[in-house]
């Protein structure tokens, strides 16, 4: 079957760094999405990675393992509004986006 | 966790022709539902948020004559493609909001326009 593992929250101390993990199992790999979302909002695009390492992106930063099915998303220099759910979503061999519960992050003063 | 479906799964239809996709909460009670769109190998991208009993709120870029979105119900969205044309062929996908801040997905519509 195809599964998503992730923290279900996270509580992390503003300008902290917090590492969000993520290990998976799906029907083939097409690559792998991270999401943030706001409550009440629409989740909204954060990193994909489809090779091995990282990619960096400002405070952002994206790790994959795909020999290990495994993820995780660093945040640097944490921000209030850094708090939100963050979704990692893996893309199975159709392509399709496989979904999980998603890590609540909050971000203490 | 809650439960949010989509009917159908897929769906083939010839160019022109509209076709209609439902979502609906089955165990919980939905003000706000999203619908997605998913191109191969590109992220999700919404699409437009739907509010039960009023209109829908579209992404820029978005057609809302092209992409009709009735939201009725507290458990019940639809989005209607019309005039369907082969570039409209994508993976379609909605979300349901529970409470304030938990967003389930549904398991998406593919699309293919002939």
């Known amino acids: 079957g195809q599964n998503i593992d992730q923290p279900t929250e996270m509580t992390a101390t503003e300008g902290a760094i917090v590492q969000i993990n993520c290990t998976y199992q799906t029907s083939g790999f097409n690559g792998l999405f991270w999401y943030q979302q706001h409550a009440g909002e629409a989740p909204t695009f954060l990193s994909y990675?489809?090779l091995d390492g990282l990619e960096e992106k400002g405070r952002f930063s994206s790790f994959l393992s795909r020999s290990k099915g495994y993820s995780y998303l660093l945040l640097k220099e944490l921000q209030m509004k850094d708090s939100a759910s963050y979704l990692c979503?893996?893309?199975?061999?159709?392509?399709?986006?496989?979904w999980g519960a998603g890590t609540k992050l909050i971000i203490k003063p | 966790g809650a439960v949010v479906s989509q009917h159908p799964s897929r769906v083939i239809c010839k160019s022109g022709t509209s076709v209609k996709i439902e979502c609906r909460s089955l165990d919980f009670q939905a003000t706000t539902m999203f619908w997605y769109r998913q191109f191969p190998k590109q992220s999700l991208m919404l699409m437009a948020t739907s509010n039960e009993g009023s209109k829908a709120t579209y992404e820029q870029g978005v057609e809302k004559d092209k992409f009709l979105i009735n939201h009725a119900s507290l458990t019940l969205s639809t989005l209607t493609v019309t005039s369907a044309h082969p570039e409209d062929s994508s993976f379609y996908i909605c979300s349901a909001l529970e409470g304030t801040d938990t967003q389930y997905f549904g398991p998406g519509t593919r699309l293919t326009v002939l």
């Open positions: 990675n489809v």
């Open positions: 979503a893996p893309m199975d061999s159709n392509y399709q986006l496989i």
